[in-house]
């Protein structure tokens, strides 16, 4: 659809022709004023007029403006813009109406532009000064050749740049990374909408709207070829550290390239699975791992989203939905058992509130506990430093934590930590242990991250 303007219900503003009549009928001296209005050019009195040119005229009060040029300069251009858009206005059948303030906020925005596009070209014809009124005149010119040449170079242009992005948009694809397809498709579609919403030509409109179409054909062609390859059952086999990468199922239907860069999350349709929604982010692999039931087997369905904004979205047809889900897949898992230990130097024997807090971490990692040798992993937590009682009858708890996880069927170390020594005084001994090993936890950001991060690496 073409969108034209109709700007202004009055385009030659009165304010020219009252200041010409006050200045015929009152002089401040008594003296004649057509004297000097006859010694003004004829283009004071009234702007030319001819089928080649568009003109306008600037007039500032010198005494007001110090910077009188460039403001009869910016007002001569808007009147150059007005009977330009008077002229797309008048060569199309269908018009849009603006309020008043709409309609200046774009003469002004126009004007702004007026080196890359609407004005460019512009000539400034002559200048005239009112001596008695201390008033400036100037005339401006843009050539109609000259304009619709502008116009035409402009164009070719824009439709040059939004032809590379749609090529590379395909590219990107071909290749499997839909994420930065799909947002350069985006782009172009608002380039194309930002200048629709300008003034703009009939015929430009049109070549506009096919640009436009164009690029939403793609996007939803390329949508339509996202589809999940995934086996209705899948074996994933912890002791025998397969991890299931999502990532891999999700493919173009057309080449079978795995895609990269969608939203990715998992919805549990049956089965004590996952307590939590996983989000792909940054172009990483989602994989379940180190993620287990409390049984063995699980129906998951994975959901991809294309990320579109809700204004691109909307130019697509309701028959092409920007989420994708995949059947129900039957998951069956080999969960991997874990063994806590602590070792410690010290008179510590309040372990299993420390424990607890390991063990809480493992159970939502779905890991089974164990305390026989037939273990995947041995998680070691080690107090250094002493709990003592104090004269006055507290104690201090003066402590730090090495915790280690050991990969048990390889025998190696694939995580340790040192967390600060907090010192706390406590009425009760167990609190004081609690608290400074709580309180250390809280001052190690990067602590959790670690030790779960390690925990899933280990399936790899």
């Known amino acids: 659809m073409s969108r034209n303007w109709k700007i202004l219900k009055t385009i030659t503003k009165i304010k020219r022709a009252l200041f010409v009549t006050g200045c015929l009928f009152f002089s401040l001296t008594g003296g004649s004023v057509f004297g000097q209005l006859k010694k003004a050019p004829s283009w004071v009195r009234e702007v030319p007029v001819t089928g ?18 460039a403001k009869a300069r910016k007002m001569a251009l808007r009147e150059i813009v007005e009977k330009i858009f008077v002229s797309i206005n008048s060569s199309s059948n269908l018009t849009t109406t603006y309020k008043d303030d709409e309609v200046d906020y774009l003469l002004n925005e126009t004007v702004s532009l007026a080196s890359s596009n609407f004005l460019m070209g512009h000539r400034k014809i002559s200048e005239w000064i009112d001596k008695r009124k201390n008033t400036y005149y100037v005339l401006f010119s843009l050539d109609e050749s000259v304009y619709k040449q502008n116009r035409k170079e402009y164009f ?6 939004i032809e590379l992005m749609q090529k590379e948009a395909i590219d990107l694809f071909e290749e499997g990374e839909i994420a930065r397809s799909t947002r350069e498709l985006s782009q172009s579609i608002k380039k194309i909408d930002d200048e629709i919403n300008r003034i703009i030509e009939p015929e430009y409109s049109i070549l506009l709207q096919k640009l436009r179409l164009k690029s939403i054909y793609e996007l939803e062609r390329q949508i ?7 086996d209705r059952s899948y074996q994933f086999n912890a002791t025998n550290r397969e991890p299931l990468v999502i990532e891999n199922f999700l493919v173009n239907k057309s080449t079978g390239i795995a895609l990269n860069g969608l939203d990715l999350n998992l919805n549990v349709i049956q089965g004590d699975v996952f307590r939590y929604s996983f989000n792909h982010e940054n172009h990483e692999a989602l ?29 697509m047809s309701p028959a092409v939905k920007s989420t994708i889900e995949s059947k ?4 069956k898992f080999n969960p991997y058992r874990v063994r806590f230990t602590v070792d410690s130097d010290t008179s510590f024997d309040r372990e299993d509130q420390i424990l ?36 006055e009858g507290h104690f201090r708890s003066d402590l730090s934590f090495e915790v280690s996880v050991l990969d048990a069927k390889n025998d190696r170390n694939v995580f340790q930590y040192l967390l600060p020594r907090i010192s706390v005084k406590e ?21 959790l991250q670690g030790f779960v991060t390690a925990l899933c690496a280990l399936h790899f």
């Open 156 to 161: 070719t242009s824009f439709e040059t740049v």
């Open 287 to 315: 994989s379940i791992y180190g993620m287990f039931p409390q049984k063995d087997v699980a129906v998951i369905q994975i959901i991809a989203e294309v990320g579109l904004e809700e204004s691109v979205k909307s130019l």
């Open 52 to 69: 080649d040119a568009f003109y306008g005229v600037g007039m500032v009060s010198m005494k007001d403006y110090p910077e009188y040029r």
């Open 224 to 230: 339509d070829l996202i589809a999940f390859n995934f």
């Open 356 to 391: 607890n807090y390991f063990r809480n971490i493992t159970s939502d990692l779905g890991l089974s506990e164990v305390s026989d040798e037939q273990t995947d992993m041995e998680i070691s937590i080690k107090p250094i430093g002493s709990v003592k009682k104090q004269p």
């Open 427 to 447: 009425q009760n001994p167990n609190i004081a242990v609690s608290e400074s090993f709580k309180r250390a936890v809280n001052q190690s950001d990067d602590f």
């Open 328 to 331: 129900p897949v039957v998951i």
